[in-house]
């Protein structure tokens, strides 16, 4: 587990910094005690693996982490790499971006369907490098990773296979 680096509580919520991987530093709001559960994500994240809890008694894959899973409500789920192949399943063309990611339009926001199953995984992100006329539902695409030069941060993005 990471080290923690420092706290602070404001009421009934603790913000805490923890070191992820590669020195990389993360902040998370939680409410009183409590381990944030999702370093292993972000430790993933910072070596270029993408991990989704999978729940150990019925093998259902759960995006966006909740504390059970969603289909038979068990608390027993398993951080697992996933290929990060997927599928849009629906997206939008946004033409007017807020505060400096108007300098970026148009721009698409997919949803996109990720090949482990059985439960459809559905995983949001921009989809960059491809035309946004061209997008369409049931296109192929994955995961991609990129590093946010001097912000220590690595983000996910859509990229067309």
């Keep these: 587990m990471p080290a923690e680096l420092t706290e602070l509580k404001v009421r009934d919520v603790t913000i805490k910094l923890h070191r992820a991987g590669r020195g990389r530093t993360v902040l998370f709001l939680h409410g009183a005690g409590g381990v944030p559960q999702w370093l292993p994500f972000f430790d993933a994240l910072a070596e270029h693996r993408f991990l989704v809890p999978k729940c150990a008694d019925c093998g259902d ?9 969603r289909t038979c409500l068990s608390e027993n789920q398993v951080w697992t790499e996933v290929s990060g192949e997927a599928t849009v399943f629906t997206y939008t063309v946004v033409h007017r971006g807020p505060g400096a990611f108007n300098a970026d339009v148009p721009y698409v926001i997919a949803l996109g369907k990720l090949s482990e199953q059985p439960r459809p ?20 695409i ?9 912000e220590d941060i690595t983000m996910w993005r859509w990229v067309r296979l």
């Design 142 to 150: 994955q995961i991609a990773y990129e590093d946010i030069p001097g």
């Design 121 to 140: 995984c559905l995983v949001l992100g921009t989809l960059v490098g491809s035309d946004p006329a061209e997008v369409q539902v049931g296109l192929p």
């Design 61 to 69: 894959y759960n995006w966006v982490p909740y504390p059970a899973c």
